[in-house]
């Protein structure tokens, strides 16, 4: 079993930029494909981006592409989401997801991970 937990939310202006961390003590979180999702006040939970394992392939949403970047450091056994030029359409809480086997075709949907942390909250606004 894996927890993922989240760091990195705060407040911004728009046009900052801001990194988000998520970790988790399972060395097996290292060789887990592992996901960014969030969730604002109007929307339901969206995919943002993913880092597969093996390989570290990612893949983003067409909304944050060109923006964001999601990253591993395998020392520190944690992923990243780098958000650079970010708007207030970004503000939602960030989940970070993680499962040991995913398949590519259902990386985009929730119910292809099984591990979830709590969330953390970004918010963009002048």
């Known amino acids: 079993q894996v927890k993922p937990v989240e760091s990195g939310g705060r407040s911004v202006q728009p046009g900052e930029s801001l990194r988000l961390s998520c970790t988790a003590s399972?060395?097996?979180?290292?060789?887990?494909?592992v996901a960014w999702f969030r969730q604002s006040a109007e929307k339901a939970r969206e995919f943002v981006a993913t880092?597969?394992?093996?390989?570290?392939?990612?893949y983003y949403a067409d909304s944050v592409k060109g923006r964001f970047t999601i990253s591993r450091d395998k020392a520190k056994n944690t992923v990243y989401l780098q958000m650079n030029r970010l708007t207030p359409e970004a503000t939602a809480v960030y989940y970070c997801?993680?499962?040991?086997?995913?398949?590519?075709?259902?990386?985009?949907?929730?119910?292809?991970?099984?591990?979830w942390g709590q969330g953390t909250q970004v918010t963009v606004s002048s």
């Open positions: 399972e060395t097996s979180f290292s060789t887990s494909t």
């Open positions: 880092i597969k394992w093996p390989g570290d392939h990612t």
């Open positions: 997801a993680a499962s040991r086997t995913v398949i590519t075709s259902t990386l985009r949907r929730e119910s292809a991970y099984s591990y």
